[in-house]
């Protein structure tokens, strides 16, 4: 099963939700003229491929959110270890990381 992706799930959203418009244009002008009420093989498609990509974008967000959360986590052991041992570098590596990792979380909560 491939990785979930945000670029992935930002086209199928945009194509299902399009999908979806055109399957209201072309059932609301059969209504109009007296055809049946059913939803068009383009809404069920489209709102069947926008769910997917709406699904897909939820879990590569929280994939992201994961691995923010292993680097501030791992950033801070270091920053810490750093500060301990006077360790100028790792300190400021560990704390480097640290902020990349909040960063990451916050775009991805």
Known sequence: ????SKINAQVNTALG???EMLGSTIEAGYQAVGGSSEP??????GKEQRLKGEAELKAAEGKAYA???GDR???KKDAIVGA???DKAQQLA???QNEKGAAQM???S
């Open 106 to 108: 916050k775009l991805n």
């Open 17 to 19: 939700s399009a999908k």
């Open 1 to 4: 099963m491939a990785e979930p």
């Open 40 to 45: 068009s093989s383009f809404s069920t498609a």
């Open 67 to 69: 691995e923010g959360l």
């Open 73 to 75: 986590v791992e950033g």
């Open 94 to 96: 560990g704390n480097a």
């Open 84 to 86: 301990v041992t006077g």
